[in-house]
């Protein structure tokens, strides 16, 4: 089989959760009009810290302490980078779901926490998504803290 054929199943089966994380990454970037008394920021930081976490829960699936504690230590500086960006500058909200979204990229190639086959592509269009969204918001001049 040739190279191109091989890459076909590949994009096929990347099909649903690009699509999906593209759904679920607009609707989290409208989530601050759902939540119209908390800053902006506070509403996005709270996403981020919510998408950080989820690898926590497939690191107890897995049951290997090294990826627990791996993966523990790396959702907690997402949720520092989260809290930073509740009074901070919203371009912290920006680096962290950009950086959230390469983490995603890393453990979609080496598959570090067994058994997230499909999560690690679709949280990755979620938080490039909602990086960019918010990276508009900001030079679009679109205020964050009341």
Known sequence: MSVAGLA??????LRA?????LAVGGAQAASPLAFWWLDTATVYA??????ASVYIGFAVADGRATVLAVESGVASMFVIIAAAAVTG???LLVVGLAGHGFKDLWQHRRQFV???RWWP?????VDWVVAAIIAVE???GVHFHH
């Open 8 to 13: 076909q199943p590949v994009r096929a089966g």
């Open 114 to 116: 067994a058994n997230t």
């Open 89 to 91: 500058t919203p371009w």
């Open 138 to 140: 900001i030079v679009a």
């Open 121 to 125: 592509p679709f949280c990755l269009v």
């Open 46 to 51: 709270l996403g981020l810290a919510l998408i």
């Open 17 to 21: 959760p690009v699509i999906w994380g």
